[in-house]
């Protein structure tokens, strides 16, 4: 749910820079959300420390559907139709070893979770980003591994 929270609050100064914008000339764009399924984490049964009956999947997962649920109702507004935005969430039902974010085709931000075993969790926040833009030694190839790991995820 962290990462989907820092996705919200992206995906939400997106919107309020849409109210403000003159008519888009039909361009658009479609904005694609992979996450974990609620569902899934519902299930979830990391090893660790926390008590049996505390699960923390499913805090996490009552999180993932609020944030769905607010954001679809914000990119179903007039001004997201007005300017052709569109917006697809796509479940995956695995641990996340990795969360990362795609601007345009010119940045790629990414980093690692690690399992925190006093929680029984894997945490992203904490730990270090990084970041590459077009034109970057490293670029074209953290690229095709990232588009192959997003094209893996929309096929399960």
Known sequence: GGRLRSISEILREVSDKLETLPESDGGGCKIKVLHISSNFLCQWNLPGTCKADDNPGASAAAAINSYKKELQTIYNSEAA??????????EYHQYPYIYGFMFGEDTLIWGGYHWEKPLSDLRGPSNPCFKLKKGSDRFAAMEKWFLNRVSLLEAM
Do not use: A, T
Not at 82 to 89: D, I, N, P, S, T
């Open 81 to 90: 139709k007005r300017h052709g935005v569109e917006l697809e969430f796509i």
